[in-house]
Antibody, heavy 119, light 107 residues
Framework: EVQLVESGGGLVQPGGSLRLSCAAS????????MTWVRQAPGKGLEWVAN????????YYVDSVKGRFTISRDNAKNSLHLQMNSLRVEDTAVYYC????????????WGRGTLVTVSS | DIQMTQSPSTLSTSVGDRVTITCRAS??????LAWYQQKEGKAPKLLIY???SLESGVPPRFSGSGSGTEFTLSISSLQPDDFATYYC?????????FGGGTKVEIK
């Protein structure tokens, strides 16, 4: 059974940093693109970043470029999102998602971890 | 960036009704479109990919159609478990983008 479990969320002040993690199990992690999607309170879904199997391709939504870094550890079946210079508007539930084998839609999702940026 | 526009934003309907949700892309995305269902406080769930392919385990009352810029998600006979918010997502090109969502609520 595919499982994705996010961790690392919490309350942080504007300008601060957080590192999110996603522990993957139930599939061969190194074979799939992985993605972070976020959802601000009461709002819709927003794609944040994704990463190729070998880390040689990484993409970001414009609003987080230069502030967030996606990475993965295939040996530990884990995905990460380093978030720096956090803003109030980054407040959201952050979901880890596994892409399909060949295309950039999301077959499996974690339950999410809440990031709150507030003073 | 490709903008995805869903309509309506809210749909008040009843069990047994046929429901149709529309998703429009700001430029052609061929058939590179997925649909998700999200219940309150839960993660999204994949329903449809490549515009009309039903994900394994999804009931056949769900169907998708369209190509280019116009797409629809239909539910043939709404069940109590179907009251949720539905999102479309294009994966034709990065940045990947979602529609704003359609909330299907009880009339």
């Amino acid at each position: 059974e595919v499982q994705l479990v996010e961790s690392g969320g919490g309350l942080v002040q504007p300008g601060g940093s957080l590192r999110l993690s996603c522990a993957a199990s139930g599939f061969t992690f190194s074979h799939y693109w992985m993605t972070w999607v976020r959802q601000a309170p009461g709002k819709g879904l927003e794609w944040v970043a994704n990463i190729r199997q070998d880390e040689n391709e990484k993409y970001y939504v414009d609003s987080v470029k230069g502030r967030f870094t996606i990475s993965r550890d295939n040996a530990k079946n884990s995905l990460h999102l380093q978030m720096n210079s956090l803003r109030v508007e980054d407040t959201a539930v952050y979901y880890c998602a596994r892409d399909s084998q060949a295309y950039r839609y999301f077959e499996y999702w974690g339950r999410g971890t809440l990031v709150t940026v507030s003073s | 960036d490709i903008q995805m526009t869903q309509s309506p934003s809210t749909l008040s309907t009843s069990v047994g009704d046929r429901v149709t949700i529309t998703c429009r892309a700001s430029q052609s995305i061929s058939s590179w479109l997925a649909w998700y269902q999200q219940k309150e406080g839960k993660a999204p769930k994949l329903l449809i990919y490549k515009a009309s392919s039903l994900e394994s385990g999804v009931p056949p009352r769900f169907s998708g159609s369209g190509s280019g810029t116009e797409f629809t998600l239909s539910i043939s006979s709404l069940q109590p478990d179907d009251f949720a918010t539905y999102y479309c997502q294009q994966y034709n090109r990065s940045p990947l983008t979602f529609g704003g969502g359609t909330k299907v609520e009880i009339k």
